[in-house]
């Protein structure tokens, strides 16, 4: 396939490779146990690469189902044509509850106001809601209170005996499923199995369990159940380092952030660089003036350490990052305005990485490519032409 060339005028571009993405969840779906399948999450944006395209091309590598954190993630997905599962887990009283039971969206509850929310809005579509029943096993973020429990399960259990709804899925969340062999994660995994007990009594039977995320699908294969949910891991980036780097588990990550130096210029030395001079020019150099910002989702807190392309050579930018630009010392090198520099990207070109810039920043990699604004024009390498997509595989109903 011919990938489009990028606009000429660009400032600050992120490259994203779904040729890349396609190949992580084929990937990782070789990874699953036996019977699962696989959910592709795409909140916040698709983690900063762009929700459709990525969510497109995450149904043609074979992801059966799309998660979404809020309901207008899920509803820009059926907007836009997908038609496949979608779960949505984010949910606040009064949201858009109806249009996304009229939409078909798997809706996440955790407490006796989410089920009466789904209730009332299965009523006034005229059909059942289709709910995913939370359990805390002891994230202590949403999701139901083990104690509470059995009243959330009789409840549903009632509703979907009134058709109201359809319990089509049970699940929780791991703490600490980055942190191999951390005490929680069998605690967890014991306390899971107890509320699958609890359901199972009261006369549920789902169409999927899930509890994995991208470092419990990477390393505990005995809770991938019927269902997996990658976010991170879609994307190319590894979990956490005491997980494994990507390379260890073929993915390869998908943006590039690259922008065009705006200024190159000769300085002495004792020239001091940017907000409250923390850099000063050991000697005469050249600095190098890239266009990009905390404001493009730059973290400020990689001042004086972020990594960066330039000129052939990795250097660290000189002094505090700005709103919308930052400097580089070349030193003895040279360069000329509208050169690249390249922010991260795969680091297979001797460019940084998004982790490299995570340690820099004291963060971990979701946040570096998930924090890039929308003045990054995105370009997309490797979209599938409509004709081969018409023919590829569809995301559908999940076992």
Request: net charge neutral.
């Amino acid at each position: 396939m011919n990938d489009p060339a990028p606009p000429e005028d660009w400032r600050l571009r992120a490259d994203i490779d779904l040729a890349a993405l396609r190949g992580n969840v084929r990937a990782l779906r070789r990874r699953l146990a036996p019977g699962a399948a696989l959910m592709a999450v795409v909140k916040a944006d698709a983690y900063g690469h762009g929700l459709l395209p990525c969510a497109r091309a995450a149904r043609e590598a074979g992801a059966a189902w799309i998660g979404t954190a809020t309901p207008e993630e899920a509803l820009a997905l059926r907007a836009a044509g997908d038609t496949g599962r979608v779960l949505c887990w984010l949910w606040v009283p009064g949201g858009p509850w109806r249009r996304a039971v009229e939409a078909g969206v798997d809706i996440s509850v955790s407490g006796r106001w989410a089920l009466t929310e789904a209730v009332a809005a299965a009523r006034a579509a005229g059909r059942p809601a289709r709910i995913h029943l939370k359990v805390d096993t002891g994230l202590g973020r949403n999701g139901c209170p083990p104690a509470d429990w059995p009243d959330l399960v009789a409840a549903a259990r009632a509703a979907e005996a009134s058709g109201a709804v359809r319990v089509t899925g049970l699940w929780s969340h791991f703490a600490c499923a980055d942190e191999p062999g951390h005490p929680s994660i069998a605690a967890q995994q014991r306390a899971f199995a107890d509320a699958l007990a609890v359901a199972a009594r009261a006369g549920l039977d789902p169409e999927v369990r899930h509890f994995a995320n991208s470092p419990a699908t990477l390393t505990l294969p005995e809770a991938h159940y019927d269902l997996v949910r990658t976010g991170v891991a879609v994307y190319g980036l590894s979990p956490s380092p005491e997980v494994g780097t990507p390379e260890d588990f073929g993915l390869r990550p998908v943006m590039t952030l690259r922008a065009r130096l705006a200024a190159v210029k000769r300085v002495p030395g004792g020239h001091g660089v940017s907000y409250g001079h923390r850099y000063v020019t050991p000697g005469e150099t050249t600095l190098a003036l890239v266009p990009a910002g905390y404001a493009d989702g730059v973290p400020r807190h990689a001042s004086g350490g972020g990594p960066v392309l330039v000129a052939g050579k990795l250097r660290m930018i000189a002094g505090r990052v700005a709103m919308d630009q930052f400097v580089v010392d070349l030193g003895g090198d040279s360069a000329c305005v509208g050169d690249e520099a390249v922010l991260f990207g795969p680091g297979d070109r001797g460019e940084p990485t998004a982790e490299d810039w995570a340690r820099a920043a004291g963060t971990i990699g979701y946040e570096i490519v998930t924090r890039i604004g929308p003045r990054v024009t995105r370009h997309y390498l490797g979209e599938t032409p409509p004709a081969a997509e018409a023919a590829g595989p569809k995301g559908g109903q999940a076992r």
